[in-house]
């Protein structure tokens, strides 16, 4: 079976959640078929350098990078909103590229194309006039969904407007596609249920985000005080909604309830206003160059998210070095959880000091619960099954 995958980022550097699913996908496919192309836009935000890849990995995939300015013009983006069209999808096409495709099917041919993510859908019609390959969209989530979260959470009417008219567009998109593809490999059961309450009329398999668990090391912290922390990157809306709520809302009922506890911050592209942030017992590490380090040397994870979709990677991650999490529904959506077992669900500020404070007491054991999530990713969340199982779908679709 010939694999092409298409990527709206390079799978490396793992500066977030998206490259360490792509970079995983990639791995796993490598190893169960030998080799795969890979094709990806590389931008500002996330740039190509081979110094960051393997020889194995650059012999199997025979990655190539074309760079694409995906920078948001105010201009185009009013301009797609008069005409309808959806500039944060747009805005990923670049002719480049799209020579780069052309020049890639002409050359092999392919059983799969494999779309990570719906920024790489508008080559579709190029996939389809220079190919006869079946189109699997790797849903990562669906881009409408965070985008009517984040309107709703919005204070300012022009922005809600805006959003609003964003998840709209996006919406439309999203139905559009359905018709242009052969199958979706979802990342969670949650968002195959969204997708067929969508209607959905291709095939739809539940593919989770996968992770080679044995890489990931459990250690037994003896720190002082509690160490809270949260990790993510800061130019992602999700997150800064988050965290700023993390810090006017959340944090000072914690330190009340239990004052001695630390709140680390970690994430690439840290906003100034953030960073001098200097409450009492906040430490803000900005972009970290271990992210594996911080997280083994902290206790427990906060993930304070309102407008999420999809599944989140860093808590698949925090649950594989056996940490204990405290998430919101919206943040832990998607990942087959059982609350007060292998994951603490809070969605109030008073229901996370609440939570934190019998931490605190050990009323709750947040290192059995640590435990238990290690269990629950090595169960469900290892690369190799997963791996499988989307080769398994490619079969089917084929």
């Not at 037994?220 to 965290?243: Q, S, T």
């Not at 669900?345 to 947040?366: Q, Y």
């Amino acid at each position: 079976m010939r694999v092409l995958q298409i990527c709206h980022k390079p799978p490396l550097p793992s500066i977030d959640g998206g490259c360490i699913a792509i970079n995983n996908i990639s791995r796993g496919l490598i190893k169960e078929l030998e080799s795969i192309k890979v094709l990806t836009i590389n931008t500002l935000k996330h740039p190509f350098d081979l110094k960051h890849y393997d020889q194995n990995y650059l012999e199997k995939s025979k990655i190539e990078s074309t760079f694409v300015d995906t920078k948001l013009n105010i201009v185009d983006a009013f301009s797609n909103l008069v005409t309808y069209d959806s500039y944060n999808i747009s805005r990923f096409f670049s002719p480049d590229f799209n020579e780069l495709i052309i020049k890639t099917l002409k050359s092999e041919s392919f059983d799969i194309i494999l779309l990570e993510s719906l920024f790489t859908t508008p080559y579709i019609e190029t996939l389809k006039t220079y190919s006869s390959a079946k189109i699997i969209l790797r849903s990562h989530n669906l881009e409408y969904i965070i985008w009517k979260r984040l309107s709703k959470e919005s204070a300012n009417p022009a922005k809600k407007i805006y959003l609003k008219l964003l998840s709209s567009q996006l919406k439309q998109y999203e139905l559009d596609i359905f018709n242009k593809i052969d199958g979706i490999a979802t990342i969670s059961d949650e968002d195959k249920r969204k997708y067929n309450e969508l209607n959905c009329p291709v095939k739809i398999e539940t593919i989770p985000f996968g992770i080679e668990t044995q890489k990931y090391k459990v250690s037994r912290n003896k720190n002082k005080a509690l160490k809270f922390f949260h990790i993510g990157a800061m130019d992602w809306k999700p997150n800064l909604e988050a965290v700023s709520w993390l810090l006017n809302e959340i944090w000072p009922r914690i330190q009340k309830q239990i004052p001695n506890a630390e709140l680390h911050l970690a994430g690439k592209n840290m906003p100034d206003w953030l960073f001098k942030n200097s409450k009492h017992n906040i430490f803000n590490h900005k972009e970290v160059k271990d992210s594996s380090k911080f997280i083994i040397e902290n206790d427990i994870m906060i993930v304070p998210l309102l407008s999420a979709g999809g599944i989140r990677v860093k808590i698949i991650e925090g649950m594989a070095y056996g940490k204990a999490i405290i998430s919101t529904q919206i943040g832990a959506e998607g990942i087959n959880y059982k609350n007060g077992e292998n994951i603490i669900i809070a969605n109030n500020p008073e229901d996370f000091s609440e939570k934190a404070k019998k931490i605190s007491s050990k009323e709750l054991d947040h290192r059995k619960i640590g435990m238990n999530a290690r269990e629950h990713v090595t169960n469900n969340y290892d690369q190799q099954h997963t791996s499988k199982k989307l080769i398994s779908f490619f079969e089917t679709v084929l």
